[in-house]
């Protein structure tokens, strides 16, 4: 079938649902891999240029492990010519998990009786972010269940309370909240006491797939949900975050819907989202799993591959739902952030010891390793782990698509930044001999530097981190 779009494309407008089932599946139809024409579409999107639908669509089709391969190869090659070796790290902290909503694959669904439901108080609050500043932490997105109690208000306050908590030499520079979708006042409230990102997540782009494992609640309303970005785009909050859920629909139909979605930010508001999440469905509290749309180890390492070389511009982020060789096989393909030292039961920060429990978590993690092991993985490979905030305060957003188009942006802002928050780092929380691999790493991105004055003045301020001094950033 030949692809029409003036039969299938919805006209993109503010709050109007832009998916088209149809559109997907005849584009996916008519979108024939041939050796040539994938290539020619790595070739593209290796010049900085984002891909159409269409050509996602080829990417996505191509299933010769040779062209797999090319896929990979692009993307890694890509993410090393614009992004380098920086990679941003956060934590995410569970603030409610008290639920209106019976997302089947969720351990929070309402119909969960066994879940352990608790709200953190003020102080229980504090103490949490306590415990992640002393981990070193600087970047915390706030996570949340969908409940009459957690209003707006209610989410401004616990977003105004984080800010404020200092341990130590430790703050938490930028709070990006996940919750559920807000009306326009909402989503300015929440605006207004200074999130970062506002991520929310699709989960599947299918209505078919959305209707069958969204069976209560609000989150039932697709049209609602879908919306959300562009209440929040016109509430102001020009930051937002995409995903989908991977494992509820054939997820190259999730795609491609994930690209139409950054097509219709950028046709409204002229900005793209800021993020594209792509979690794997993982076990939760008394789930059962239909596999019929499980996600392969192999299909979703390519699936990061081409997500990268469709959106060049996007941050992509892979969470701790991954084991950590999945996660150091992804990171080259083009990942920019990850969270370290994850814990996603309620209160998890503060007491220490407990295990795992799954009665009091949303869904199983796979990669428990502290932030400081995962830091070492970091340095030991030669990423460089980034806490840097400094886009954000200084209102320079849209630091993805900066990084990406501004010449030069990345030598000057965003690898010296990860230099200085990585000091920071080393200095105030480095234990087990992580200082000294962590400055040789610093080392050697110095002398990589080709501009000596800048250099010069950026030694200067590694300088007075030492000193003590801190949040220094350019
Ligand atoms: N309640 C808000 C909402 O639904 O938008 C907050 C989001 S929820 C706490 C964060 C995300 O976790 C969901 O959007 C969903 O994609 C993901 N999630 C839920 N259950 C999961 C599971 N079993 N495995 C992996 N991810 C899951
Ligand atoms: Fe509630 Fe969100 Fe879990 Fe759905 S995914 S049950 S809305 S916490």
Redesign the pocket.
């Known amino acids: 079938m030949i692809y029409d779009p003036q039969i299938y494309t919805i006209e993109d407008k503010p709050e109007v649902p832009f998916i088209s089932e149809k559109e997907i599946e005849v584009i996916l139809e008519g979108a024939l891999p041939e050796k040539e024409v994938v290539r020619n579409i790595i070739a593209k999107s290796l010049s900085k240029k984002r891909l159409s639908m269409q050509e996602t669509a080829v990417l996505v089709n191509a299933t010769d492990p040779g062209l797999i391969e090319e896929i990979k190869a692009g993307a890694r090659l890509l993410k090393e010519q614009v992004y380098g070796k920086r990679i941003v790290l956060f934590a995410p902290l569970?603030v409610g998990n008290l639920?209106v909503?019976n997302?089947e694959?969720?351990?929070?669904r309402t119909s969960n009786k066994s879940q352990k439901r608790t709200t953190l108080t003020h102080p229980e609050l504090i103490e949490e972010v306590e415990m992640l500043e002393e981990m070193g932490q600087k970047r915390l997105i706030l996570?949340?269940?969908?409940h009459p109690k957690y209003t707006p208000e209610f989410i401004a306050d616990t977003v105004k309370t984080v800010y404020k908590v200092k341990k130590g030499n430790g703050e938490i520079r930028r709070v990006n909240i996940?919750?559920?979708p807000l009306d326009m006042e909402g989503f300015k409230t929440v605006l207004n006491a200074g999130i970062g990102t506002y991520q929310?997540?699709q989960?599947s782009y299918h209505r078919g797939a959305y209707a069958k494992y969204h069976t209560g609640g609000l989150?039932k309303d697709y049209d609602w949900r879908i919306s959300a970005l562009d209440r929040a785009q016109e509430a102001g909050i020009d930051d937002v975050g995409i995903?989908a859920?991977f494992g509820l629909y054939d997820w190259r139909f999730e795609v491609l819907g994930l690209i139409r979605h950054v097509n219709h930010l950028e046709a409204v508001y002229n900005v793209g989202p800021h993020t594209i999440s792509f979690?794997?469905?993982?076990?939760?509290s008394n789930?059962d799993f239909d596999p019929t749309w499980e996600v392969s180890d192999e299909d979703f390492t390519r699936m990061v591959a081409i997500l990268r070389l469709a959106v060049p511009y996007t941050g992509l982020i892979l969470t701790a739902?991954e084991s950590a060789e999945i996660r150091d096989e992804v990171l080259q393909f083009g990942v920019s952030q990850i969270d370290g030292g994850t814990k996603i039961e309620m209160k998890a920060y503060s007491e220490k010891e407990k295990d795992q429990d799954l009665d009091a978590e949303?869904?199983e993690i796979c990669d428990d390793r502290s932030l400081s092991e995962v830091m070492d993985d970091l340095i030991e490979n030669e990423y460089l782990p980034s806490f840097c905030t400094a886009c954000y305060r200084t209102g320079r957003t849209g630091e993805h698509f900066m990084e990406f188009s501004v010449p030069g942006f990345i030598k000057r802002y965003c690898t010296p930044n990860a230099m200085l928050t990585l000091a920071e780092y080393l200095e105030d929380y480095g234990k087990n001999g992580i200082k000294e691999k962590g400055y040789r790493l610093i080392q050697k991105n110095l002398i990589e530097l080709e501009d000596d004055k800048f250099k010069t003045r950026l030694e200067e301020r590694l300088d007075r981190v030492k000193q003590g001094e801190r949040d220094l950033y350019f």
Do not use: H, I
């Open positions: 569970y639920c909503n997302c694959y969720c351990g929070f996570v949340y269940g969908e996940n919750a559920a929310v997540f989960e989150k995903g859920l979690p794997r469905l993982q076990r939760a789930v739902r949303q869904f």
